[in-house]
């Protein structure tokens, strides 16, 4: 016969591992255990039905005892001297429920359900069932509360189960996310190392952004603090919080303020849409989300902030955390800054043993490690290197580069480099800090360990943004110097000062530097006098590759041409950013005439006009008539059309036929006279529409240009469309869909998909019309998802 209990389940976190690495004394740890869960149970007149392995099971009448024997346990736990490992870290659950009790043990779905609200949790981590919250919220013990996880899903459940976790001011309260099927929406990467000594700085964050008075947080302190890693941390603990999800948009790689909102708009995956700016579009995304934003390096961009505030006050849910080198200075901002790593005393040195419990000291000897493994901190190493992270203010950056070169050096040479370096360098620039006058220090040491080659590579490197591939470098880079730029990219990579990134479907890997060493690096170059060429030389290698691009735009190759090309954004911008600073119009042109069609495809339409336009009024010049000139202005036009502008699409396309006509370029006509009929047809002159169409696609039919008819049909199908002549519409769509079909060109097979699912609407063709409408958007999503 069934009766309501409440269960108390607990099982070792880890116990396998312990296991593996302390076989002899685990008997005697667990045996320990038992013997503390079981007083504390028994203590508020509970029993334990039984044990299996580490788990243990016990059984209540009532549920506030149940929550007392676990937070005694937990307490119990807590304060333990363990002989040999550091602590025992058990999850345990509370869940009410009928079960039916047979020979000493208990049966039913409430002992499922509590097994699986117990994967659910984490070591040292008490969780409750609504169930049980219900009959325990008003008998909580002083000190306690409960915190509400919210409805979430676990396995083999039919339904979601409300959970709250008990939190006691004597005990650990922070966690990683509940293990449910349900995980939150999130784009925050992978971390491949540990992070070191950052615990309190972690909690810390997550309590303030807990507050609710509190909506953005601002982590600031100098380059190779550890801004960037101490926010990702915190926020991959703060998921079970934000029930949207939480969203990483990295701002290293833009210089303009103007280009935030497209960024953050790309890292949400929000589609700019027409009408709308890429402000607007984030805006009414975040409007009714709870969800959390981390804004990585804010510095460069700071007259954004009000882009940022303005969307806070717009989106009661939202909250900010924000990596930056300075405050943001806007209304309602709380300012975190984040100290070094924590240091000995010089004067009074502990073992080398408990040296390890100090950060800074264990960042250096994890990361000594990754390149000797042989390395360990003893009674001859210790002082020198509490001495060299000491002389590094603890910044983990300026440790990590020293660490690495314990892979060459001793600890005490490693010292006496350091030490020079440091004086020589302590006169630097007085507006930056202490601290990044340090961290130059450091990278100044590492630089003059590099031989002559080495260095002019290591200065090249930084006119790249967001990092290059091997075939890129050499061919920007190279010289009677630098004649092996593989070996020598290899020696830098060795030495930490360049890293070789794995990219997703690439077989080479990618190479790129830190920001503060990138930073260090053109420092370098400018001084060589080498800047203008090599940053030229990377103009005209990444003018190369949009040009080669632009070629494979309306083919089968066009997913991965765009996907090169989002890859290396941020090189085009700089190729784009140095062409414009040295007033090189031709080739800011050539690059944007080249660029616009992959901005249009990949929903960058505010960027890509504002390029545009800039390139145009470059030299405040009357424009030469080249290909170049009456590309952008035709890629002005289109981007103005879908931005809805059509009497500033007019005015551009008919300027760019101009400029065709008189080149004798039939095919830039043909293109032109194709989007002004587009442009007739938004304006509703469907007759102007159809003349244009049809004049454009007699030009693709004489030029043989299969691509060119099936944009013209497509554009004639839309205007048949408009003038209510479906089965017309339907023909001249299918036969652009054949011919797109033909040449392998995904964008433009939906671009037809969809105006045959409009055209069959009328016809009442509605399973077709679905049909196409979904292949449309199929094909949408692969031509304008990055990586796809």
Same mark, same amino acid.
């Given at each position: ?372 493994? %042989? ?13 060299? &992270? ?86 920007? &880079? ?62 005209? &290698? ?14 089968? %190759? ?116 194709? %989007? ?113």
């Amino acid at each position: 016969m069934e009766r309501i209990y409440t269960f108390l389940f607990t099982d070792i976190e880890g116990s396998t591992r312990l296991w593996d690495q302390y076989p002899e004394a685990m008997g005697e740890i667990i045996a320990r255990h038992d013997a503390l869960l079981r007083q504390a149970i028994e203590a508020e007149h509970g029993r334990v039905f039984k044990t299996v392995g580490d788990a243990v099971y016990a059984v209540f009448n009532e549920a506030p005892d149940a929550l007392r024997a676990a937070l005694a346990a937990q307490h119990a736990l807590h304060q333990e001297q363990w002989a040999t490992i550091e602590s025992l870290r058990v999850r345990m659950a509370l869940h009410t429920g009928p079960a039916s009790s047979r020979s000493g043990d208990f049966f039913g779905s409430t002992l499922n359900h509590i097994a699986r609200l117990l994967a659910a949790g984490h070591g040292g981590q008490i969780l409750l069932s609504q169930a049980a919250q219900k009959l325990v919220r008003d008998a909580m013990p002083a000190d306690c509360a409960l915190r509400d996880m919210g409805q979430r899903q676990l396995k083999d459940l039919p339904k979601p189960e409300h959970i709250y976790q008990v939190e006691d001011e004597n005990l650990p309260q922070e966690f990683p996310p509940l293990k449910t099927l349900d995980i939150r929406p999130s784009n925050l990467p992978a971390q491949t190392t540990t992070l070191i000594g950052r615990d309190s700085e972690i909690a810390a964050v997550r309590r303030e952004l807990r507050r609710n008075e509190l909506r953005l947080l601002t982590l600031t302190g100098p380059g190779g603090t550890g801004k960037t890693r101490l926010a990702l941390r915190a926020a991959a603990f703060m998921l079970d919080d934000f029930e949207d999800g939480v969203f990483y948009a990295p701002l290293a790689t833009i210089d303009n303020p103007s280009l935030v909102a497209t960024a953050i708009a790309r890292s949400l995956g929000v589609a700019e849409q027409p009408g709308q700016t890429a402000q607007q579009a984030v805006g009414g995304y975040l409007a009714d989300r709870k969800l959390l934003l981390v804004l990585d390096n804010f510095e460069q961009v700071l007259p954004a902030g009000p882009i940022l505030t303005e969307w806070l006050s717009a989106a009661p849910g939202l909250k900010a955390l924000v990596t930056s080198r300075e405050p943001l200075g806007v209304y309602g901002e709380h300012e975190f800054p984040v100290p070094p790593l924590g240091l000995p005393s010089l004067s009074r040195l502990p073992s080398p043993d408990q040296l390890l419990a100090y950060p800074a000291i264990a960042l250096f000897v994890e990361r000594a490690q990754a390149v000797r493994s %042989d390395f360990t901190l003893d009674k001859e190493n210790s002082a020198i290197v509490v001495q060299i &992270c000491a002389r590094l203010d603890g910044l983990p950056l300026a440790i990590e580069l020293a660490a690495a070169r314990v892979k060459f050096l001793t600890p005490a040479a490693i010292l006496e480099r350091l030490s020079d370096r440091l004086q020589l360098l302590s006169g630097g620039p007085r507006d930056l800090p202490t601290r990044q006058q340090s961290l130059r220090g450091a990278i100044a040491w590492s630089y003059d360990l590099l031989d002559q080659p080495e260095k002019r590579l290591f200065s090249r490197l930084s006119v790249f943004s967001g990092g290059g591939h091997m075939d890129d470098i050499e061919t920007i &880079c190279t010289d009677e110097i630098v004649n092996d730029a593989f070996f020598i990219l290899e020696s830098l990579v060795n030495k930490s000062l360049v890293k070789a990134l794995e990219i997703r479907g690439m077989m080479e890997p990618r190479f790129d530097m830190l920001e503060s060493i990138s930073a260090y690096a053109w420092a370098q170059l400018a001084i060589s006098g080498e800047a203008d060429e090599f940053q030229r030389r990377h103009t005209i &290698c990444y003018l190369g590759l949009a040009e080669q691009a632009e070629a494979a735009y309306y083919g089968s %190759d066009q997913i991965a041409a765009l996907n090169r090309l989002e890859l290396e954004h941020d090189n085009l911008r700089a190729a784009l950013r140095w062409a414009a600073d040295a007033c090189e119009q031709q080739l800011s042109l050539r690059l944007c005439s080249a660029l616009w069609p992959f901005w249009l495809r990949r929903g960058y339409w505010s960027e890509g006009a504002r390029r545009l336009t800039d390139a145009l009024a470059l030299n405040n010049s009357d424009l030469p008539e080249s290909a170049a000139v009456a590309g952008a202005l035709r890629g002005l036009g289109v981007m103005a059309n879908e931005q809805g502008d059509t009497e500033a699409a007019t005015s551009r396309l008919d300027a760019a036929l101009a400029i065709y006509r008189n080149l004798d370029d039939t095919r830039g006509v043909a293109l032109s006279l194709n %989007d002004l009929g587009y442009t007739a047809l938004l304006n509703g002159d469907t007759g102007g529409a159809n003349a244009l169409g049809q004049e454009s696609r007699s030009l693709f039919a004489s030029l043989g240009d299969v691509w060119g008819e099936a944009m013209a049909l497509n554009t004639l199908g839309a205007v048949a469309l408009a003038e209510g002549n479906s089965e017309e519409a339907a023909r001249l769509c299918h036969e652009s869909l054949d011919r797109f079909s033909a040449v392998g060109d995904r964008w433009g097979m939906a671009l037809a998909l969809n105006n045959l699912s409009l055209a069959s609407l009328p016809l009442g063709d509605y399973a077709d019309a679905m049909q196409y409408a979904e292949q449309s958007l199929t094909l949408f999503r692969e031509v304008s998802t990055p990586g796809h």
